[in-house]
């Protein structure tokens, strides 16, 4: 099974500035997409993480606002800019390996 | 739309009792589910999974049922243990993308 590592797991922002929100995999894998938790709720897909080209992103979520890069076949990277209070939220990196799909541990963002 | 939802979501088991988590699906395209539990502070951790093709499948503790009839999918987990204790979550597979259901607390009473 693979190991996904996230950084930071959890970060104190000031509205309006950007975090970027970094998802390391110990192997290479197939496919790779960000999630978000909203507090006490269940997991929605932000996007499809494509190695090399622009992410696929769904329904009512812009790469203005969660640019995302994936250089490599093992790292993404998720930003969320100019950041208000909405966005505070668990920020999760899931990656398909051989057969299941595995998540990182989350990334706890609050917004003041 | 894909929607997957659960049926109740907060569950309070006695130790040792047998544990149900129900989930229902609305597309019946997808050809994979997936139960996840997750513990506070944590990622979604994988359970156990079924193919559409399949009505039953077990593992350590737990048992997936699948009923494609009703769209219906379920967890048993047997002799619930207080680490059993977390969120439950179904997925169901439409193309590369996962999509979750709402999610059950399971607590467990010792």
């Known amino acids: 099974s693979a190991v996904i590592s996230q950084k930071p797991s959890r970060d104190i922002c000031q509205r309006g500035t950007s975090l970027t929100i970094q998802c390391q995999v110990d192997?290479?894998?197939?496919?790779m997409f960000w999630y978000r938790q909203q507090p006490g709720q269940s997991l929605t897909l932000i996007a499809t993480?494509?190695?090399?080209?622009?992410?696929?992103?769904e329904s009512g979520f812009v790469i203005d606002k969660f640019p995302i890069s994936r250089p490599n076949l093992t790292f993404s990277t998720l930003t969320v800019s100019n950041m208000s209070p909405e966005d505070s939220s668990i920020y999760l990196c899931?990656?398909?390996?051989?057969?299941?799909?595995?998540f990182g541990q989350g990334t706890r963002l609050t917004v003041v | 739309g894909e929607s997957v939802g659960l049926h109740l979501p907060t569950l309070s088991v006695q130790e040792g009792d047998n544990s149900i988590i129900n989930c229902a699906y609305s597309?019946?395209?997808?050809?994979?589910f997936i139960w996840y539990k997750q513990e506070s502070g944590k990622g979604p951790q994988f359970i156990i999974d079924?193919?559409?093709?399949?009505d039953k499948r077990q593992g350590q503790r737990v048992t997936v049922l699948l009923n494609k009839t009703v769209k219906h999918l379920s967890l048993q987990i047997a002799a619930t243990q207080p680490g059993d204790s977390a969120v439950y979550f179904c997925?169901?597979?439409?193309?590369?993308?996962?999509?979750f259901g709402a999610g059950t607390i399971l607590r467990v009473k010792s």
């Open positions: 899931s990656a398909v390996g051989a057969t299941e799909a595995f």
């Open positions: 192997s290479q894998v197939t496919m």
């Open positions: 993480a494509n190695q090399g080209s622009e992410a696929t992103y």
């Open positions: 597309n019946s395209a997808s050809d994979y």
């Open positions: 079924i193919r559409s093709n399949m």
């Open positions: 997925a169901g597979s439409y193309g590369n993308k996962l999509v």
